[in-house]
């Protein structure tokens, strides 16, 4: 039982504890979604862990999984940028986009094989694809929270936690989905802790944005 | 060669590891900044609104004062005489007293014409919201009364139709404190409101050909109280003042501001 407790699925899990205990009674929509995704998540983790145990392919299920991220991440920015502009059209080119590449990467699984050996037939190159997208999402996020007559309070901002914990996980975890397919990856010990290291940024940072969002909540009452 | 790209590698993560920590610290002074920047203009408010406040309060003792002078001096004086053209009448000598009646009726009718200025006078900052020149006018009007001054009043420029309230009641202030200084300090004649327009700029000067002052000396001493005022004031608008003034050959004041 104990070989299901990495150190990404205590973090995940913690954050989904986080999320169902202050996000439950949460009116915005988008950020209740937050509770389900998470445990999307959890669950594709640990049956991951399963498959990888008993010696089978995980890759499809990061495959399917990915689907949800890309859409709950999306909804979230449009919730943020909405407050901004109207991002109905950004959002939905951007989930256009990681449809063609999604599909395209499907169909074709080759594209990535023909370079390197494929890993356990993870959609590389649309996960590249959201890294960058949301990355930019988040820093175009914070242009605009910059730009706004506004200040925020950043000690008890909601939004701005989650954006930062996304941006941090995307923004950095890029690199390291490049470096996996490009011609013969570098197999460095050092690598491994990366993902980790960015997993507990984004979760950590997501569990303090779920915990503003409840003191939003009630001092607002 | 493999040294190399692993130094390139480790170089680049640790890019992408520590640009989202720039990023975010930069958001964090940036947000600051603002914050006290708000903090700052909504302090700016608070002084404007109060210093506004203080002149519209000056703007009424002082009407209330002129008021009060008026009443003693000129309709306090009138009542009096049409009282004892009255009583004098002598109703045997039906000519002489038709002559008293008629100088009493003229007297009262002059009480009457001077109390419907005092009426519109007892609006106080209503005055201002005639619009400056007006408001100026009226001001005008009662220091000539007075026979001591001679007031030139010379309007460059016609001032653009949307005025701004808060503004002209400031202005409004400063010009009763030049002239409140002449009158007192002075020993003018002569006194000469120019008003320039252009260019979304307005230029107040006020001169008079009193005895003038040493402007370094007065400044330094508590005697130059009136003129930090109308310097203070001028500066809530966001306007500059000059004042030149040379001993024996007058004083200039004159206050530069953005209008409307």
């Known amino acids: 039982m104990l070989v299901y407790l990495t150190c990404n699925t205590i973090i995940e899990l913690a954050c989904f504890s986080f999320a169902l205990i202050f996000l439950t009674r949460d009116k915005n929509v988008i950020w209740k979604l937050a509770i389900v995704y998470l445990l999307i998540t959890c669950t594709t983790e640990l049956y991951a862990i399963y498959l990888k145990l008993d010696d089978k392919e995980n890759g499809w299920l990061y495959n399917i999984s990915i689907i949800f991220e890309a859409l709950f991440i999306s909804g979230m920015f449009y919730s943020l940028f909405n407050k901004h502009f109207n991002s109905k059209p950004i959002i939905l080119i951007g989930l256009a986009l990681f449809a063609i590449i999604y599909c395209w990467e499907i169909r074709d699984p080759e594209i990535i094989s023909n370079i390197h050996e494929r890993d356990g037939g993870f959609n590389d190159f649309t996960n590249i694809f959201m890294s960058i997208l949301f990355a930019v999402y988040s820093f175009y996020y914070f242009l605009l929270l910059l730009k706004d007559d506004e200040y925020i309070s950043v000690k008890s901002s909601a939004n701005f936690w989650w954006a930062a914990g996304t941006f941090c996980y995307y923004f950095g975890s890029s690199i390291i989905n490049i470096l996996r397919i490009i011609p013969h990856p570098p197999r460095y010990r050092f690598l491994m802790y990366v993902l980790p290291i960015l997993n507990w940024i984004i979760y950590g940072f997501w569990s303090y944005s779920f915990i503003c969002r409840r003191w939003i909540r009630t001092s607002v009452r | ?260």
């Open chain 2, 1 to 260: 060669m493999d040294k190399d790209i692993r130094e390139i590698i480790i170089s680049s993560i640790l890019i992408f590891l520590m640009v989202p920590i720039f990023v975010l610290a930069y958001i964090f002074i940036q947000n600051r900044r603002k914050k006290r920047y708000i903090e700052e203009k909504a302090l700016m408010k608070l002084t404007f609104e109060s210093e506004l406040l203080k002149t519209q309060l000056e703007v009424q003792e002082q009407t209330m004062q002129t008021i009060g002078a008026d009443l003693h001096d000129n309709i306090g004086q009138l009542l009096s005489l049409t009282s004892l053209t009255l009583n004098s009448i002598e109703l045997d000598n039906e000519a002489k007293a038709r002559q008293k009646i008629d100088a009493a009726i003229d007297l009262t009718v002059r009480s009457i014409k001077e109390m419907r200025l005092l009426g519109k006078l007892l609006q106080g900052d209503q005055l201002v919201k005639l619009g400056l020149s007006e408001a100026i006018r009226y001001e005008i009007n009662w220091i000539e009364r007075s026979g001591q001054h001679t007031v030139n009043y010379l309007n460059d420029g016609e001032l653009p139709a949307a005025s701004s309230p808060d503004k002209d009641l400031v202005l409004f202030r400063i010009l009763q404190e030049m002239l409140n200084n002449i009158i007192k300090h002075a020993q003018a004649t002569e006194i000469t409101i120019r008003i320039d327009y252009e260019e979304g700029y307005l230029k107040l000067a006020v001169s008079d050909n009193g005895i003038g002052f040493d402007v370094a000396d007065v400044t330094h001493h508590d005697a130059g109280m009136g003129l930090q005022n109308i310097k203070k004031r001028a500066a809530i608008i966001g306007g500059a003042t000059t004042i030149s003034s040379v001993p024996g050959a007058g004083t200039c004041v004159t206050v530069l501001t953005l209008y409307p």
